[in-house]
């Protein structure tokens, strides 16, 4: 009996081992939920020049200028916007330079 109680201590010791390097890179042990995703910004602003690839350069309302591409079907279908279409632009509080075109007035 005693060869399994070390048996069950080194198991015990791997698995807290597992959860530590688990908890260090984001997850959540135990609970089976996730974390939530981040807030997006909507800005809106008008799309200043048509960039290869599908990317769009959109001038938002405080006068900052930014890279975005086209959403695929976010909130229904995207029409291809031009130069001077208004638009709403998604974009990541931690990168403020890129951004994703969810809505597109033409």
């Keep these: 009996m005693s060869g399994f109680a070390i048996d069950l201590a080194s198991l015990t010791g791997l ?3 597992i959860a530590a390097v688990e908890t260090r890179a984001g997850r959540t042990i135990g ?6 995703k981040e ?3 909507e800005l ?3 799309v200043s020049e048509a960039l290869p690839n599908a990317m ?9 200028e930014i890279v975005a591409v086209l959403a ?9 916007p031009t130069v001077g279409d208004k638009v709403l632009v998604e974009v990541k509080p931690y990168d403020l330079t890129k951004g994703r075109i969810s809505f597109c007035i033409p």
């Design 44 to 46: 809106p602003g008008v």
């Design 72 to 80: 695929e079907n976010v909130h229904g279908p995207v029409p291809t």
């Design 31 to 36: 609970t089976g939920s996730r974390m939530a």
């Design 56 to 64: 769009y350069r959109v001038k938002l309302d405080n006068d900052r």
């Design 39 to 41: 807030e997006l910004l």
């Design 15 to 17: 698995c807290s081992s």
